[in-house]
């Protein structure tokens, strides 16, 4: 599903889903709407919204880094 998202948008998803590196829930919905809007990585797109409603109920957005 991820061979025809381009590398920099990977990568900024990537770092996007380290603890501490999103500064909340909606920077990873946004995220996870351009995966599935723009690029058809619907698969993956469901993976960041859980990962952001995870991250959300242990406290991961604070800025660690």
């Known amino acids: ?12 998803v990537y770092e996007l889903l380290r603890p501490g590196r999103a ?21 993956m797109a469901a993976f960041v919204e859980e990962a952001a409603q995870v991250y959300e109920e242990r406290g991961l957005f604070t800025y660690r880094f």
């Open 23 to 43: 500064k909340d829930k909606q920077q990873l919905l946004a995220a996870a709407a351009k995966l599935r809007d723009e690029h058809g990585a619907r698969l």
């Open 1 to 12: 599903e991820l061979v025809n998202v381009p590398q920099d948008v990977v990568m900024e």
